[in-house]
Nanobody, 124 residues
Framework: EVQLVESGGGLVQAGGSLRLSCAAS????????IGWFRQAPGREREGVSC????????YYVDSVKGRFTISSDNAKNTVYLQMNSLKPEDTAVYFC?????????????????WGQGTQVTVSS
C-alpha cells in the first residue's frame, strides 16, 4: 500500500527557511514522480514542485523558482522540499503526492496518492 507522510512544517518569519520531508512507503520511486502541493484557505490547491527520483528531473512553479529546491534521497524513499526566502503568500498546508504518469504542467488531479499535509505559516 502506498503511504506518504509529510513533516517539517512550522511557523517562520518572512525570509526564513523550512525543509519539508515526504517519507514514502509501499512503492518504489522507479517510474513515479513525487510532487509537493499546497493549499491555502480560499485558494485552489496548486502544484509547487515535482521530482522524478529515477532520473532527478525537477519542476517548479514559477512563483517558487530560485527559492525552493526539491530533492530526493532514494535510499530512504524520502523527498525533501527546501524552502528559502519564504514569503507570507507561501502560507498553506503542504502535501506530498505520488503519480506514475506525470504530466506538465502538473496539477493535483494527476496524483492519486496523498499524504495528510503539513502546515507552513510564514509571518510578516
Amino acid at each position: 500500500e502506498v503511504q506518504l507522510v509529510e513533516s517539517g512544517g512550522g511557523l517562520v518569519q518572512a525570509g526564513g527557511s523550512l525543509r519539508l520531508s515526504c517519507a514514502a512507503s509501499g512503492f518504489t520511486f522507479d517510474g513515479y514522480a513525487i510532487g509537493w502541493f499546497r493549499q491555502a484557505p480560499g485558494r485552489e490547491r496548486e502544484g509547487v514542485s515535482c521530482i522524478t527520483p529515477s532520473d532527478g528531473s525537477t519542476y517548479y512553479v514559477d512563483s517558487v523558482k530560485g527559492r525552493f529546491t526539491i530533492s530526493s534521497d532514494n535510499a530512504k524513499n524520502t523527498v525533501y522540499l527546501q524552502m528559502n526566502s519564504l514569503k507570507p503568500e507561501d502560507t498553506a498546508v503542504y502535501f506530498c503526492a505520488a503519480t506514475s504518469r506525470l504530466l506538465l504542467p502538473f496539477d493535483p488531479a494527476d496524483f492519486g496518492s496523498w499524504g495528510q499535509g503539513t502546515q507552513v505559516t510564514v509571518s510578516s
